[in-house]
């Protein structure tokens, strides 16, 4: 199993572009995760779909931040319009199961955002 | 809503000695699960307790959750370079609440 896979690994952007992460869940898990993690605020979940469903988007910091899961293999976090302040490491988490059902969370590798 | 607290925040042993983190929650939870993030790596899952009570062991790791379920604790024992890292605690009521974490260093 490749694990879950995130894309990009870097992302370099100027402030007011719009960006786009990617993520691939564990073939099987039914549960996606996005966290983002700052010295700051540490590991934050922004939102969490299960069976491609939003079930808990109370982390999502404001309107410029939105999570969508079209199928079970795919889910993007699309932040528009960027700011300097949402620089950070944005991890994806799958697992199976409901978030509450205590399963274990595979997370990806991250994707480390720079706004400028 | 939950919060879950972490000490120490930092935490800098010499190798060959033990050390301890706690995480504490404002609520009752489900289900405690614990993590650990490589410098520069993703957290990656350790454990998880569910009893009131219960306590697990991973070679030199003992993990421990308390009886009114509010409360975990990680100690490690003769610490080794391998076990730098970041550690976290992530509790559960309805949804996983992730502590800020124990960032260990350790000295040769």
């Known amino acids: 199993d490749a694990g879950v896979i995130q894309s990009p690994r870097h992302e370099v952007t100027e402030m007011g572009q719009e960006v786009t992460l990617r993520c691939k869940p564990i073939?099987?898990?039914?549960?996606l995760f996005w966290y983002r993690q700052t010295m700051m605020r540490g590991l934050e979940l922004l939102i969490y779909?299960?069976?491609?469903?939003?079930?808990?988007d109370s982390g999502m910091p404001e309107d410029r931040f939105s999570a969508k899961m079209p199928n079970a293999s795919f889910s993007t976090l699309k932040i528009q319009p960027s700011e300097p302040r949402d620089s950070a490491v944005y991890f994806c988490?799958?697992?199976?199961?409901?978030?509450?059902?205590?399963?274990?969370?595979?997370f990806g590798p991250g994707t480390r955002l720079t706004v400028l | 809503g939950q919060q879950v607290m972490q000490i120490p925040q930092y935490q800098h042993v010499q190798e060959g000695e033990d050390f301890t983190t706690y995480c504490n929650s404002s609520?009752?939870?489900?289900?405690i699960q614990w993590y650990k993030q490589r410098p520069g790596g993703h957290p990656v899952f350790l454990i998880q307790?569910?009893?009131?009570?219960e306590v697990k062991k991973q070679k030199r790791l003992t993990f421990q959750f308390g009886e009114a379920k509010k409360n975990s604790s990680l100690h490690i024992t003769a610490t080794q370079t391998t076990d730098v890292g970041t550690y976290f605690c992530?509790?559960?009521?309805?949804?996983?609440?992730f502590g800020a974490g124990t960032t260990v260093t350790v000295r040769a």
């Open positions: 779909f299960n069976n491609n469903v939003p079930i808990d």
């Open positions: 992530a509790g559960h009521d309805y949804k996983l609440s």
């Open positions: 609520t009752t939870l489900s289900n």
């Open positions: 073939s099987g898990h039914n549960s």
């Open positions: 307790l569910v009893k009131s009570g």
């Open positions: 988490a799958s697992s199976f199961g409901l978030a509450g059902a205590g399963n274990e969370q595979f």
